[in-house]
């Protein structure tokens, strides 16, 4: 049986290898036979194409200014004082800042605020006005009531200005004024003196009162002669013009040799006293200027005075309208209008002496136009151009309060738009020029800084503001002006 079963297996798997040969197995194809390669002798290789070196980025020409800056900040007299400097080239961009995006005390570069607002709002043109006013009309010769100066806030009203006014009446056949003269600087309310002007300032020329009536800029004269020995007495030899109803206190003393002005006045609103205190060198006259207390009434003595002399009699007294209280006197006779010199002189006088008394009449004048506060005015015109202030506090027109502050970059932004502004040009050649800087200073008890243009011999121009505060030697600040300015002059494109 077994044997059986085994020839059966056998005889199948001989008919499967029969129908199904198997197949060979697949011989692998020998790898391709590669080359050698032929490497050409060197004088045959190519030359692989040369790639430029990277760029180098050029020096930064500004880098000299950076280090003179922040090598002046390290020196004794500078150490600790906070400077600010902002540097703005052609095409308005700032190419240095140190600092300049902080609040300085300007001192009187804050005065190119007012100034560029003014010549930009009211025109290099724009004229004050004062009038003459009688409270009835001139008759056969005789005005038999009050005559009334009624100003208009006009800084530059002059002595030689009083004179011609007297002189033309007469031409005009006025004989008599059988009431009283009047000044009238109603114009302009409130205090005669920003809220925040200091003590020591205000009895002083550089402080004067602010009225809508200003003779003289509102100011006298006093000489002192020094003794010849120190801790002498200096008594008072002149002082014009005269100042009617105030009592003048002399507490002046000869200093030491070389010690020069040392005098402060101390006055104050329509006060009845004035002090001089302090020294004056020994051996000679000394020149002090001081400030009106009453600018009404000093305005309408001197036009009193003025009548005589040109033969006009006057039989009542110069009197203020703030002393008539709350009985002022009504006046609507025109006599004679007087017109200041157009606005880009005062400018110009204003950037050439930095007179506080100037800015201020033009402050204020410019907020009583638009019906605004000033300051108010001053921001909103400039933010209309791009420009908005920021640390910028304006308590006054002129940078005499130590309240007031700005930060560098607004001051040289002002600059940039100033120039490329309506009377840009007009303003430019207002300003103070040494070299190739035109520029505005400012100075008080340690506070220097200066603003404006500097052109470079290739003929660059830079608008630039530089602010020292609190410093303890004004000799280190002066040197670095110099040397910062020199280094700007220099500038190769």
């Known amino acids: 049986m077994k044997k ?9 798997a001989l008919l499967g290898s029969l129908l199904f040969p198997r197949r060979p197995a697949a011989v692998p194809e020998p790898p391709p036979v590669r080359e050698a390669a032929v490497v050409p002798p060197p004088s045959e290789m190519p030359v692989p194409e040369q790639q430029p070196p990277p ?94 100066i009624a100003g208009e806030a006009d800084p530059l009203l002059s002595l030689e200005d009083v004179a011609g006014w007297a002189a033309s009446l007469k031409k005009l056949g006025l004989n008599e004024v059988r009431g009283r003269i009047i000044g009238d600087g109603r114009f302009l309310q409130g205090s005669l003196y920003a809220d925040f002007w200091n003590w020591g300032d205000i009895g002083n020329g ?22 010849d020995v120190e801790g002498g007495p200096a008594p008072v030899s002149s002082l ?61 003595h001197h036009f009193r005075q003025a009548l005589i002399a040109a033969g006009i009699a006057v039989k009542g007294a110069a009197v203020s309208m703030h002393s008539l209280g709350g009985n002022p006197v009504k006046a609507e006779v025109e006599l004679l209008r007087h017109s200041s010199p157009p606005l880009l002189k005062l400018i110009t006088s204003i950037h050439a002496t930095s007179d506080n008394h100037e800015t201020e009449c033009l402050f204020r004048r410019m907020g009583l136009l638009a019906n605004q506060p000033p300051d108010v005015v001053i921001r909103e015109h400039w933010k209309a151009q791009g420009l908005e202030f920021s640390g910028l506090r304006m308590v006054d027109g002129c940078g005499l309060a130590r309240a007031d502050h700005i930060r560098p970059l607004d001051l040289a932004r002002l600059q940039y738009l100033a120039a490329r502004g309506p009377h840009g040009a007009a303003y430019l050649a207002s300003l103070l020029s040494d070299g190739p800087v035109r520029w505005k200073g400012g100075a008080m008890s340690s506070i220097r800084s200066s603003t404006g243009y500097i052109t470079t011999g290739p003929g660059e121009v830079f608008c630039f503001t530089l602010m020292v505060n609190h410093y303890s030697d004004s000799k280190s600040v002066s040197e670095l002006r110099r040397i910062v300015f020199d280094l700007i002059s220099r500038l190769q494109p």
């Open 4 to 12: 059986n079963l085994l020839i059966a297996v056998l005889s199948l």
């Open 55 to 148: 760029p180098v980025s050029p020096p930064d020409r500004f880098a000299p200014i950076v280090a003179a800056l922040h090598e002046a900040a390290q020196t004794p007299g500078l150490l600790g004082a906070p400077l600010g400097f902002c540097l703005i080239d052609g095409a308005g961009k700032v190419v240095v800042n140190l600092n300049a995006e902080t609040a300085f005390i300007p001192a009187s570069t804050l005065k190119v605020v007012t100034t560029t607002t003014a010549l930009q709002r009211l025109g290099p043109d724009f004229q004050f006005s004062t009038r003459l006013l009688g409270t009835v009309p001139v008759s056969a010769g005789v005005l038999a009531g009050d005559l009334v």
């Open 206 to 227: 550089y402080g004067s009162a602010v009225c809508g009536l200003n003779l003289e800029h509102n100011r006298f004269t006093v000489t002192f002669r020094g003794a």
């Open 240 to 300: 014009l013009p005269e100042v009617p109803a105030v009592k003048m206190v002399n507490e002046v003393t000869t200093g030491a040799p070389g010690s020069g002005d040392n005098v402060v006045i101390h006055g104050g609103e329509r006060t009845g006293l004035v002090t001089f205190r302090g020294t004056v060198p020994p051996g000679r006259e000394t020149a002090i200027i001081g400030a009106v207390p009453d600018p009404e009434l000093f305005a309408a």
